[in-house]
């Protein structure tokens, strides 16, 4: 028999109820939080604060791989992971991507760039897509170095093709940051121009003249762009044939240029997570960093190699002549230039700015204390680099890594890779240490959490 309650003890008893029933609410919305900000989805991704969706509007969306099956793929040691997780202010969530691929395009400051994902692969022992002791990509088939028995490529930042089918096998979407970098077509042509010699060829054949006057009889030894087709090669379009411009214009033929680069363009927003800026350098570095999860000091760079020729300036007619012809690598600069905007609103603005400023800080900190600049020497392609100083040499021997061409680090990264254990002795002399003492002092440096700025 249920024993009958008064009035009284009925009000209380409703009271009673409701508390409970409020205090569990409570605890359902605390633990919901929680999982928001630790990063808890579906899908187990690692998310720190919407995930990398395709910039141009698409509703596909790209998701990582779940928690259980990322660690059958990598070792905890051989992803891309912070010691300190990056901070997360903005109120949109970003996915963060354990690998990175990443096309390097001539003559936008890659080489720069390559030095810093090298370093960061020898501290953390990453495996790198590459043709043994080559700096160029040739075949993504054929003769690539293996990866450590165990384990998979965590990185691809050689010259090369980008070949989308390929990539996707070795380097799968869901667990890879597809990224390359785009550059302003006159000051990419320019650069360019200079390099490859096409510069000193025309001053050979009609003399010391103008840069104006020399780029004009370049140009004119090519066709102008037309409805159907534009040149490119190793200076005119180049960024484009990195980026798979030639396999691609060869599969469209009935299409006129304008609708191919529109085609163009639009496969490349498919594929590319985000694409770098070389005018934003800096800024496109932290977006970078906030993409894979790295830190501050993950991304810091020397400038390595100075032009050692007086800087000259173009006519905007000349500048004007260069676009028409750098008709495609122009449209997809334009494009990515804008899309750009898009990921600062996804980082945060004010995020980005306050970290750009806090970069160039401690960048320019460690160049002063890597380099001597009172002292100039001599470089590769008529360039010009300050001495690294006694600091440089023997305190912090990144300074040293981050001054070495990226071709003899491609060397050192082939003899680390093969070793399995990323111990091998390594061939070659650079200043008073040898390349492996660098490699091991580096690691040792890393693995006792000193700070490598």
Known sequence: MVPQLNSGSKRGYVVYIILVTCLVFLMFELANDKGKRVGISDTGSYLVSSPIMNISGSDDVVSDTSE???????????????????????????????????????????????DVFYLRGVR?????????????????????????????????????????????????????????????????????????????????????????????????????????????????????????????????????????INAFIEHLDQEMDFVMITDRMNESLILLKEYLGWNMTDIV???????????????????ARILQYQVIDAQIFDHFNKTFELHLDRV????????????????????????????????PYKSISWEISEYGRNTNVACTFLQTRDVTLTNVITQLQLSQDYTVPIEGQKGPLLMRDIVSKIQRDYDNNEDPV
Not at 199 to 228: F, V
Request: charged share 25%; hydrophobic share 30%; net charge positive.
């Open 68 to 114: 259980n099956e990322m660690s059958t793929l990598t070792n905890p040691d051989q992803q891309f992971e912070s010691k300190d997780k990056p901070s997360s202010s903005h109120s949109e969530q970003i996915l963060i991507k354990k690998n990175l691929m990443f096309i390097k395009t001539h003559k936008c400051g890659t080489s720069t760039i390559v």
């Open 124 to 260: 953390k022992k990453l495996n790198f897509v590459m043709i043994p002791y080559t700096h160029q990509l040739h075949s993504l088939t054929r003769h690539l170095l293996p990866p450590r028995p165990g384990s998979v490529y965590n990185m691809q930042c050689q010259h090369g093709t980008f070949q989308p089918d390929a990539e996707h096998t070795i380097m799968p979407k869901e667990t890879s940051l597809y990224s390359t970098i785009v550059r302003s077509p006159v000051s990419q042509f320019k650069s360019a121009f200079s390099f490859f010699g096409a510069e000193g060829k025309m001053q050979k054949k009609y003399g010391h003249l103008s840069i104006d006057a020399l780029i004009g009889h370049y140009l004119d030894e090519y066709p102008e762009p037309t409805e159907n087709k534009a040149s490119a090669g190793r200076i005119l379009n180049s960024v484009a044939v990195d980026l798979g411009w030639n396999t691609f214009n060869r599969r469209n033929l009935g299409q006129t240029l304008q609708e191919k």
């Open 301 to 319: 760079y020397l400038n390595r190699m100075v032009s050692s020729k007086p800087k000259v300036t173009m006519s905007e007619e000349t500048k």
């Open 348 to 379: 945060g603005r004010e995020k980005v700015a306050s970290q750009v400023k806090e970069f160039e800080e401690m960048r320019e900190s460690f160049e002063n204390k890597c380099f001597n600049k009172d002292k100039t020497i001599n470089g």
